[in-house]
């Protein structure tokens, strides 16, 4: 490491003011800090400081999702070889290989767009890469359906970080997540693409549908009907969907979202970090569940009478309640505001989702709202802190 | 009936070098300053010039808005040098210390039979007054100024500080003869004490409303047990002053003479022996301690007038701060470190941290950790949320009132609370923050920017 921080050294000059290279000092300067923790060393203030930067942190949320991707990989695999006859038995390697085949490109893409926007924005602005899209360029490829157009993933980052996160300033100051900003421009300008049967990938053209996608054929349904009678065998225990290979994982769905378990893995690696706020997903969880139960005893349509908690082991409700309400740049700041935030937003989730089958992802559009509604939140939490105070004023 | 309460949020940070319970003098310092820097919203104006010699207990500079508070030479000698910043600014009055003091006289008070008059105009002629402060703005007290309270934390709970039972160690008579003085400041009822959860040092003190803190740092800042016991409110004004100041200042209206004695906790991972050693205020850093060349590690050695959440960066030849009551010794942590071995992919066992992203949170609540001055990381925007809220026992919201401050909004800062916080209560949240935000200094800012604002 001697050896890497010399060369380091000797080409720093090039870059640094009036060396040939020095536009590109912010892409040296992160690469550098990327590698070495810099010498720099307090002045004033508290002289000592903890170890924790935001890299550490950015690192910590890509290691809580490396269980969802790795599985997410598997299943790909998993999924497309049931469309093969069952003698191709084939191994754990060949279904990783499968997926990875699929993921690596998406992730190398979701990356490159991405990382060369913020390069680019932070040249010009002239200042150091926030870390902010490490987690974003691996949170977009585990919410895509696995065979989406490498072209549209271009699209979609660069849509998201320009639209989603510089155009406010960059990392921190951006109101809406960037993932999810990614995946609704997808969602909007390319409806066909991302609602479409593409879930599977499979070279014969067979297609896989997702489990919400079943369920949303039964909304104005007759709940007798066969179609209705159709979709809710396919929930039973035993079958396709059930609470089981639900909660493990082994359904279609977009790459990172199927697993429950994988992500409450990383969400125990986020919760026990405290990089995550555990704050939120608990809430987010009751919210859901507690959605689930009344539309269980309104009980309208066989979507309603779903069991809640096989309700919220569907879809992206878990991946979007572990990695998605938890940024903290779009949450609600205050302790307070993050349970009323988490609770409204685990709520509409499910309620999105059975109200208005055109868009089979509530939790999707039920995470964005909130984000947008956050800042009003901690408001109203913060106006208590004041009049807290403000009574105290007169009292005395 | 004294109150308890029990402060939940903070943090220990058990550093390297922490001083046993024996005290001993220090060795007579050759040169002793004041240094205007010290003391919050002050602009000197200079009553000696170098070559004046002076007794102890004469006035070097007062206050230019407020000629009554005068700061006063800890020892007799020769004017040495007046050492000036950037647009002349004074940042010390150096004084060439005697071999011993000879001192002027400025009578014994007693204080049971004298008015409040006459106890202030004495503690702002002995140059006594500048060791109380001020809340709100945390700045040096102003005597036109009534107090609603004045409030003593009875004990530091930073890293590395001195022991109040060290510091006070035969001492209580002239602590008792403070606290009657502050009783006679503030009024009857309006002197606070505030008492480390079993601690007996105290025991025997009259006169003032004691309150037992117990629980981690900040627990021992004043501004903390100020908001758990009567928060300041707009319009309020409180004065805070240190366990040992008021002791000194209890000798002082005893005696007649100004002796700011000082007990300095000389500890940290590079110091060789640490230690409680007695001196006073202004000494030279180098009658304390022997500042090793290089740290343990090769480094160089950051040397910290006062705690090191809170302190100043000095030099071996520097003084030691005028509120200040500890001397650290770090290694200063400049060189870059990789990070797989030590840097932010590291397992972290030997990185204490507030958050639990490294593995260090596994050792042993004893253990003490070696810090260095590294800033561990570079600065960024806001980005995580409720880590401060975590070692910021306020009922306040840190970042939104930092925010508040970053935008220069006068009217939110008001209300979020700002007249209840010092810098140093931010000390902690500047410590764990992830982004590396200088939260101090922008609190620093804040109030500056009110005081002005206010008039």
């Known amino acids: 490491m001697k050896f890497i921080q010399k060369m380091i050294g000797s080409v720093k000059p090039h870059f640094e003011e009036g060396g040939k290279l020095s536009k590109f000092w912010v892409v040296f300067d992160s690469l550098e800090t990327f590698t070495f923790t810099p010498g720099h060393v307090t002045h004033s203030g508290s002289h000592i400081r903890d170890g924790i930067d935001l890299k550490r942190t950015m690192f910590t949320v890509i290691v809580a999702l490396l269980p969802a991707l790795l599985f997410g990989m598997w299943n790909i695999g998993d999924q497309h070889f049931q469309y093969f006859p069952a003698e191709l038995a084939p191994t754990l390697i060949d279904k990783v290989l499968i997926g990875a085949q699929k993921v690596i490109p998406l992730i190398m893409v979701s990356y490159g767009v991405g990382l060369g926007i913020e390069f680019t924005f932070a040249g010009l602005r002239n200042h150091a890469i926030n870390e902010g899209f490490l987690v974003s360029g691996m949170l977009i490829p585990l919410i895509m359906p696995v065979d989406v157009p490498l072209w549209m993933v271009a699209v979609a980052v660069a849509f998201a970080v320009i639209i989603g996160k510089e155009v406010f300033g960059g990392t921190g100051m951006n109101i809406i997540n960037v993932a999810l900003t990614a995946r ?165 989730s499910i309620m999105i989702r059975v109200f208005n089958p055109a868009y089979p992802e509530g939790v999707m559009m039920a995470i964005l709202f909130m984000n947008v509604m956050a800042p009003l939140i901690d408001h109203y939490v913060i106006q208590a802190n004041i009049n807290r105070r403000l009574k105290r004023l007169k009292t005395t | 009936m004294s109150q308890n309460i029990k402060i939940r949020k903070g943090v220990d940070i058990r550093l390297v070098g922490t001083p046993g319970d024996t005290i001993s003098a220090a060795k007579r310092s050759k040169t002793y300053a004041i240094q205007p820097p010290n003391f919050e919203g002050l602009t000197p104006k200079l009553i000696v010039k170098e070559g004046d010699t002076v007794k102890a207990g004469a006035s070097l500079f007062f206050e ?338 930092l925010k508040s401050i970053l935008v220069n909004d006068i009217d939110s800062m008001e209300k979020l609370g700002i007249y209840e916080v010092a810098p140093e209560d931010f000390a902690l949240c500047e410590y764990g923050c992830t982004s590396k935000i200088p939260v101090q200094q922008i609190v620093r800012e804040g109030l500056d920017t009110l005081r002005t604002e206010l008039g």
Request: glycine share 12%; hydrophobic share 40%.
């Open chain 2, 64 to 401: 230019k808005k407020n000629p009554s508070i005068r700061y006063a030479s800890p020892v007799s000698g020769k004017v040495a040098a007046i050492l000036r910043g950037e647009k002349r600014r004074i940042m010390s009055v150096i004084v060439e210390a005697d071999a011993t003091d000879s001192y002027i006289d400025y009578g014994s008070l007693d204080i049971s039979k004298s008015s409040r008059e006459e106890v202030l105009n004495k503690i702002l002629e002995g140059g006594m007054f500048p060791f109380f402060g001020q809340r709100p703005f945390g700045v040096v007290a102003s005597p036109e100024d009534f107090p609603r309270s004045i409030h003593v934390s009875g004990f530091d709970s930073s890293p590395l500080a001195a022991h109040n039972s060290v510091a006070l160690d035969g001492r209580m008579k002239d602590f008792q003869n403070g606290i009657n003085a502050l009783a006679k400041l503030a009024g009857e009822g309006g002197v606070h004490l505030g008492v480390k959860a079993g601690d007996s040092t105290y025991d025997k003190i009259e006169g003032c409303t004691k309150t037992t803190f117990s629980g981690p740092h900040p627990a021992g800042n004043v501004g903390v047990q100020i908001h758990h016991t009567l928060p300041v409110n707009k319009g309020e004004v409180v004065w805070t002053i240190g366990y040992q100041d008021v002791a000194n200042l209890g000798a002082f209206l005893s005696s007649g003479k100004y002796v700011p004695s000082r007990t300095v906790s000389v500890a940290g991972s590079e110091c060789s022996a640490p230690a409680h050693l007695n001196t006073l205020v202004g000494a030279e850093i180098a009658s304390l301690v022997e500042v090793p060349s290089e740290a343990s590690n090769g480094d160089a050695v950051r040397i910290i007038s006062g705690s090191p959440l809170t302190g100043d960066k000095v030099e071996a030849e520097g003084h030691l701060g005028s509120y200040h009551t500890a001397v650290a010794l770090l290694p200063e942590g400049n060189e870059p470190r990789f990070i797989i071995s030590k840097g932010w992919l590291s397992l972290g066992l030997d990185r204490f941290s507030i958050s639990k992203s490294y593995l260090s949170w596994m050792m042993p609540k004893s253990k003490s950790w070696t810090l260095d001055t590294n800033m561990g990381g570079e600065e960024r925007a806001f980005v995580v949320t409720g880590e401060y809220e975590k070692v910021f026992p306020f009922d306040i919201y840190p970042v939104h009132l």
């Open chain 1, 184 to 348: 609704a421009f997808l969602f909007f300008a390319y409806p066909k693409q991302m609602s479409g049967e593409i879930w599977v990938h499979n070279p014969d053209g067979n297609t896989g549908a997702t489990a919400l996608g079943k369920l949303a054929e039964t909304v104005g349904q007759d709940i007798d009907s066969d179609i209705v009678s159709g979709v809710v065998q396919k929930f039973y225990y035993g079958s396709e969907f059930d609470i089981v290979n639900s909660l493990i994982g082994t359904i279609p769905g977009s790459i990172g979202e199927t697993s429950a378990i994988a992500i409450l893995i990383g969400a125990v690696i986020l919760i026990s970090t405290g990089i995550g706020s555990w704050r939120i997903m608990s809430s987010f969880l009751v919210g859901g569940l507690v959605m689930g139960l009344i539309f269980n005893l309104l009980g309208l349509n066989a979507y309603m009478l779903l069991n809640p908690l096989h309700q919220i082991v569907l879809g992206g409700f878990m991946f979007g309640m572990v990695f998605m309400a938890t940024d903290p740049v779009t949450a609600t700041s205050t302790n307070t505001g993050k349970f009323i935030y988490g609770f409204l937003g685990g709520f509409f």
